[in-house]
């Protein structure tokens, strides 16, 4: 190729990080592009017309002068895929070094171009002012690099700019971001701040993909607007007979596409509303229906582009920035979408206003800037006809009251709780309910108080993680003396851990707690409580959410007893490893999870070292919690059950139990709850001596307070 100067073809070249324009005011300031001669540049160009073929890859040529030195060079640009419309090409100057070039690109009409076209041409063009300058967008990268975007008119190439502007702000919000989680964690109290690191480094990711699809949309617009005016200039060539024939075919074809739109046939609506503006380009008021229509098709870039170019007013300026922010929503590009979403809020629509204020209080939730979810979701409440919405919208704030305390939690390292209870049980002793073979009665009954205590100190309290030290102790005094051989009272200490993560796709939530237990009686009637066993504990639990409606929670719990009462009979050794597995399934029959039917099924197998006091247990029960509104209380009602069996007694003993149990809870203050309980157990055994029944009535006083 002869040229007035010296060109060098290279291969294309990506885009750069920085950015200046040429002939666009932006923030009040006109900015020249100059770049320094030989040094690489690539230039890019969007041209429908220039797209002969589908299968092909074009070539077509530009014009770039230089204004200080009016010196012209023919570029040499070739499309960058078949079909693409898009246009590339890579240039070296050879003016001197450290030359200064300013630039301004050039586009022959399409009538005027031909492979002949030369410098000579292109200067009477100029001088004729058949043809104008064109808008560019110039960037350049830190290592150097350049290109030149060139558009069509001047609004194209200011949104350009400002998109590119806006890619790298975001691209260094990105790099700070990942710089910021390569940094040591000294600390576990810095946890949570590297989380929301994280977090921020994959809403910059989003945020720089954003960014790079709005710059793709503006090349799409360019072509787009390219076609349109295309199919103008060629109506405006045609017969006033054949133009009226169009225009009213193109309303019949429009109005089928509605028929289609309306049917939820968008492929084939997408067809004719396509066709309608061909045959009628000057007749825009399709656009709304066929930008909906490629949304529905799963064309999202599409429609935006079809959107932007379409002019709505009133109504439809709203639905048209409803659909909009749909569209930013489902390509994660959030801020877009809020933007879209907060006008369509704040236009007070019927219908449309609480489902943005919804996809508002959505997006905000998922950045978890919950002070502003909160207002949209109740905005929501006050606003939408739609029960279902509401719904959605009174779960996500029940969620956010959630975590709201979850926060205010974490600042609390220590918990203390405790519970004062007085109750009346009919059979403290656990005695027969007849004699047999000469043995008498001794059915003791009266009352008794309850005393807990317990001590937390938060080792470690996140989302996910949970480590904490707990004390706790309990004490129960018969108000009978004769009974006082049945008043217990312990002190354990354990180390629970809690994980929540997920596990088979379900979100679960595991505890290890290991611990010490010790447990105090006077068992021979002295007079003086003393230390009767020690255990070992590990109890593992994990609870899986299957469905929204249904927890499913496994256990096991392990114990070894030693048994610090003397015996005579090796026999009547109570030290073992007693084992447990369990399980309790709860299914919720309402939406806030008040009402709920709660089964429980366990297998206990004691594995003493004496004989008389091995044992396996089947436990069995089932539970229904409802709420009582008008006092804003919760009642439970359950009966359970377990089958109890010796293995290796010399006298065969088997146990049945059956217990049915009420129960009344109301929250007195936001750290006192109230409870009373009413309970009827029967037992019946295989060994007479220990078949017998009771009930007990029980009131309690609960405190929790953390600080």
Do not use: C
């Amino acid at each position: 190729m002869q040229l007035a100067l010296t060109l060098i073809l290279v291969t294309l070249l990506t885009s750069f990080p920085q950015s200046s324009f040429a002939k666009a005011k932006v923030k009040g300031k006109k900015k020249k592009a100059k770049f320094t001669t030989s040094k690489q540049m690539e230039i890019v160009y969007g041209s429908g017309s220039w797209n002969k073929e589908s299968t092909k890859i074009d070539s077509a040529f530009i014009f770039m002068k230089d204004k200080t030195s009016g010196r012209v060079v023919k570029i040499s640009l070739e499309e960058t895929e078949p079909d693409s419309s898009i246009f590339s090409g890579n240039f070296l100057i050879n003016w001197g070094a450290g030359t200064k070039v300013s630039p301004e690109i050039y586009i022959p009409p399409q009538d005027l171009r031909s492979n002949q076209s030369g410098i000579e041409n292109f200067n009477r063009l100029l001088r004729s002012k058949k043809i104008k300058r064109q808008p560019i967008v110039f960037k350049k990268s830190k290592s150097g690099k350049r290109t030149l975007d060139v558009y069509d008119t001047r609004k194209q190439a200011i949104t350009a700019l400002k998109a590119y502007r806006n890619k790298k702000q975001k691209e260094d919000e990105l790099e700070k971001q990942k710089k910021s989680l390569i940094k040591p964690i000294p600390s576990e109290s810095e946890l949570e701040a590297a989380r929301m690191a994280k977090k921020q480094a994959e809403l910059a990711k989003l945020a720089l993909e954003a960014a790079n699809r709005e710059q793709e949309r503006i090349r799409q617009e360019q072509l787009e607007k390219q076609k349109i005016e295309e199919e103008k200039k060629q109506a405006r060539l045609l017969k006033a007979d054949e133009r009226k024939r169009r225009k009213e075919e193109a309303v019949k074809v429009a109005e089928l596409a509605l028929q289609m739109y309306k049917q939820s046939k968008f492929q084939k609506s997408e067809t004719l509303f396509r066709k309608s503006m061909q045959l009628d380009p000057e007749n825009t008021s399709y656009y709304f229906k066929y930008a909906i229509t490629l949304y529905r098709n799963k064309k999202p870039n599409e429609a935006l582009v079809i959107f932007n170019i379409n002019k709505s007013k009133g109504v439809e300026a709203i639905e048209k920035a409803f659909y909009e922010g749909l569209i930013h929503y489902s390509l994660k590009e959030v801020e877009t979408s809020l933007t879209r979403f907060k006008f369509v809020m704040q236009s007070k629509h019927k219908l449309l206003s609480p489902s943005a204020a919804f996809y508002i209080g959505i997006i905000n939730f998922g950045k978890e800037q919950y002070k502003l979810a909160k207002p949209a979701f109740e905005y929501v409440l006050d606003n939408s006809s739609d029960p279902k919405l509401d719904q959605k919208a009174d779960d996500y704030i029940e969620k956010i009251i959630q975590l709201e305390q979850f926060k205010k939690n974490q600042a609390k390292k220590n918990v203390v709780t405790a519970s004062v209870g007085l109750s009346y049980d009919s059979n403290i002793l656990l005695s027969p309910d007849s004699t047999e073979s000469g043995s008498t009665t001794t059915n003791i009954a009266g009352g008794r108080a309850l005393l807990t205590g317990g001590y937390e100190y938060r080792l470690l309290y996140e989302k996910i993680h949970q480590l904490s030290a707990k004390l706790d102790t309990l004490y129960m005094y018969s108000f009978d003396s004769t009974a006082a051989t049945a008043d217990p009272m312990s002190v354990s200490v354990t180390t629970p851990y809690n994980y929540t993560g997920k596990l088979f796709g379900k979100v679960i939530k595991t505890t290890f707690k290991p611990g010490y237990e010790m447990l105090y009686m006077d068992a021979e009637d002295t007079g003086t409580r003393s230390a009767i066993l020690n255990t070992i504990i590990l109890n593992s639990s994990t609870t899986f959410i299957m469905k929204d409606n249904w927890f499913a929670a496994y256990t096991l719990d392990v114990r070894q007893d030693d048994s610090l009462l003397e015996v005579t009979d090796t026999d009547d050794d109570s030290d073992s490893l007693k084992i447990t597995l369990s399980t309790s399934q709860s299914y919720f029959l309402d939406k806030n999870k008040k009402t709920a039917v709660i089964s429980n099924f366990g297998y206990v197998l004691n594995n003493s070292t004496g004989k008389n006091k091995k044992y396996n247990r089947i436990d069995y029960g089932v539970t229904y919690m409802a709420p009582m509104e008008k006092w804003k209380a919760t009642w439970t009602a359950g009966l359970s059950g377990y089958s109890m069996t010796y293995t290796e007694i010399t006298d065969s003993r088997k146990d049945n139990n059956l217990k049915l149990a009420l129960t009344l809870s109301k929250p007195i203050k936001e750290w006192v709850t109230g409870t009373l309980t009413a309970d009827y157990a029967s037992n019946t055994s295989t060994v007479s001596t220990n078949t017998y029944s009771k009930y007990t009535v029980m009131a309690i006083a609960s405190f929790n307070q953390a600080f």
